[in-house]
């Protein structure tokens, strides 16, 4: 395309968008056809000129949300409406939602601890600004990859520290190690025993909640070799929370596997006065109920069509 056709076509779209003009209208300025214009604006869009973004805020659907409190007892829940069957947007709507409200639960000077992946990378982009400043920002569990794919741990952390004009820490480990003692020595070192204590001191934490599946990335990123995941089969396990595997029931599925896990333990993690889970699909309600029956999260934001799949499955 040449540069004078490329001016026109983001000259057009300017027009459009920016000065709110009607398409008639530009094309008489142009000199071509209302259709031309169409395509103009079409080829504006597929070129990444134009890019689309719908930020309308979402209520809670409450008989859902009074429905889960009430039978997990939790502190909150926020249940966003399936406007569109798409996971892709519902995820983002419920990140959306959670990125919203974060400075109802993060207060000046406070320690926020959290956990990486699919969910939290989604969350990430959502991310604006909270009212809280000087804070605390740490990760939960080890998130140096294992091989070229990237886990995006530090852009949860980089993001939230951003916002709330803090410092972020990162743990420099591999979430999952090879052993129990390779574990028990990392832990001893001096950095990783830091960034340890601070997820400790947390009085948040934000979590994704992550379904047995060879589709997570603990499973892409070679974390989960493939007689580890036959293990966590065989022995019921449902889900993680930043590494660690726990049964429907929120029992540790492989206290063998979870002793290899460098980062805070699940029993820890119970002790926080907000733990936040964001968390949509079918294919995690299984999980969802796990961590919920465990304790492990007092605050869940879901999709609606998932939390009707999980108080069906509890119902039955």
């Given at each position: 395309?040449?540069?004078?056709?490329?001016?026109?076509?983001?000259?057009?779209?300017?027009?459009?968008?920016?000065?709110?003009?009607?398409?008639?209208?530009?094309?008489?300025?142009?000199?071509?056809?209302?259709?031309?214009?169409?395509?103009?604006?079409?080829?504006?869009?597929?070129?990444?000129?134009i890019?689309?973004?719908?930020?309308?805020?979402?209520?809670?659907?409450?008989?859902?949300?009074?429905?889960?409190?009430?039978?997990?007892?939790?502190?909150?829940a926020?249940?966003?409406?399936?406007?569109?069957?798409?996971?892709?947007?519902?995820?983002?709507?419920?990140?959306r939602?959670?990125?919203?409200?974060?400075?109802?639960?993060?207060?000046?000077?406070?320690?926020?601890?959290?956990?990486?992946?699919?969910?939290?990378?989604?969350?990430v982009?959502?991310?604006?600004?909270?009212?809280?400043?000087?804070?605390?920002?740490?990760?939960?569990?080890?998130?140096?990859?294992?091989?070229?794919?990237?886990?995006?741990?530090?852009q949860?952390?980089?993001?939230?520290?951003?916002?709330?004009?803090g410092?972020?820490?990162?743990?420099?480990?591999?979430?999952?190690?090879?052993?129990?003692?390779?574990?028990?020595?990392?832990?001893?070192?001096?950095?990783?025993?830091?960034?340890?204590?601070?997820?400790?001191?947390?009085?948040?934490?934000?979590f994704s909640?992550?379904?047995?599946?060879?589709?997570?990335?603990?499973?892409?990123?070679?974390?989960?070799?493939?007689?580890?995941?036959?293990?966590?089969?065989?022995?019921?396990?449902?889900?993680?929370?930043?590494?660690?595997?726990?049964?429907?029931n929120?029992k540790?599925?492989?206290?063998?596997?979870?002793?290899?896990v460098?980062?805070?333990?699940?029993?820890?993690?119970?002790?926080?006065?907000?733990?936040?889970?964001?968390?949509?699909?079918?294919?995690?309600?299984?999980?969802?109920?796990?961590?919920?029956?465990?304790?492990?999260?007092?605050?869940?934001?879901t999709?609606?069509?998932?939390?009707?799949?999980?108080?069906?499955?509890?119902?039955?």
């Open positions: 395309m040449d540069v004078m056709k490329s001016y026109q076509i983001i000259r057009v779209a300017k027009k459009y968008y920016e000065l709110h003009m009607g398409q008639l209208e530009i094309a008489k300025e142009e000199g071509v056809s209302k259709s031309t214009i169409s395509r103009m604006l079409q080829k504006a869009m597929d070129l990444g000129y890019k689309v973004k719908i930020d309308a805020p979402t209520e809670s659907l409450k008989t859902l949300e009074n429905d889960l409190k009430g039978f997990f007892h939790l502190k909150e926020f249940v966003n409406p399936n406007l569109i069957d798409n996971e892709e947007i519902i995820m983002r709507d419920t990140c939602a959670l990125a919203r409200n974060l400075s109802s639960y993060i207060k000046d000077n406070s320690t926020v601890g959290v956990s990486w992946g699919k969910t939290m990378n989604c969350l982009k959502e991310i604006n600004y909270i009212n809280a400043r000087n804070i605390k920002v740490v990760q939960l569990n080890g998130g140096v990859a294992k091989s070229a794919n990237l886990t995006g741990a530090a949860i952390v980089d993001a939230l520290t951003q916002a709330g004009d410092i972020g820490y990162m743990f420099p480990v591999p979430a999952i190690v090879d052993s129990k003692v390779i574990s028990t020595v990392l832990k001893e070192d001096s950095q990783v025993q830091d960034v340890l204590n601070l997820a400790r001191e947390a009085q948040t934490t934000i909640i992550g379904a047995l599946s060879k589709q997570s990335i603990l499973y892409e990123v070679g974390y989960l070799k493939d007689e580890d995941y036959h293990v966590l089969e065989e022995k019921g396990a449902v889900g993680d929370i930043a590494s660690r595997f726990f049964d429907i929120g540790i599925a492989d206290e063998n596997l979870d002793e290899r460098v980062g805070l333990d699940l029993e820890e993690l119970k002790k926080k006065e907000w733990n936040i889970a964001v968390a949509v699909g079918n294919q995690k309600v299984d999980a969802i109920i796990g961590a919920l029956n465990g304790g492990f999260a007092n605050v869940l934001y999709d609606e069509k998932t939390a009707r799949l999980l108080l069906e499955k509890v119902n039955r």
